[in-house]
C-alpha cells in the first residue's frame, strides 16, 4: 500500500532552514508527480510545492515561493524540501503526497499515507 514517511521537522529559530525528506513506496515513484502541503492550527490547509515525475518542473504556493525549494530523487523514492528563511508563520506540520491522489479531496486525506513532520520556527 502507498506509504509516504516524512522526517526533518523540528524546532528552528526564525530565518533559519529545515530540509524535509519523504520517503515513498506502495507505488511507482518515478512516474508520479509529488507535492507538500502544511496544516496548522486555525489556518487552512495549504499546498506549499509541487514537483514533476522528474523533477524538471516545480510551483511553489506565493507564501513560500524563493524561500523553499522541492527537489526529488527518484533512485531514492524520495522527496525533499528545503526550507529557507523561516518565519513563524511557516510552523505546520507538513506532509508530502501524491498530486493525483488530491484530485476532489480535502486536506483530510493526507493523514492516509504519512503522518507528516512538525516544523515549529520559535524564538
Known amino acids: 500500500q502507498v506509504q509516504l514517511v516524512e522526517s526533518g521537522g523540528g524546532l528552528v529559530q526564525p530565518g533559519g532552514s529545515l530540509r524535509l525528506s519523504c520517503v515513498a513506496s506502495g507505488f511507482t515513484f518515478r512516474r508520479t508527480v509529488m507535492g507538500w502541503y502544511r496544516q496548522a492550527p486555525g489556518k487552512e490547509c495549504e499546498l506549499v510545492a509541487t514537483i514533476s515525475s522528474t523533477g524538471g518542473s516545480t510551483n511553489y504556493a506565493d507564501s513560500v515561493k524563493g524561500r523553499f525549494t522541492i527537489s526529488r530523487d527518484n533512485a531514492k523514492n524520495t522527496v525533499y524540501l528545503q526550507m529557507n528563511s523561516l518565519k513563524s508563520d511557516d510552523t505546520a506540520v507538513y506532509h508530502c503526497?501524491?498530486?493525483?491522489?488530491?484530485?476532489?479531496?480535502?486536506?483530510?486525506?493526507?493523514?492516509?499515507w504519512g503522518q507528516g513532520t512538525l516544523v515549529t520556527v520559535s524564538s
Open positions: 503526497t501524491r498530486m493525483g491522489s488530491m484530485y476532489l479531496k480535502g486536506c483530510g486525506a493526507l493523514d492516509a
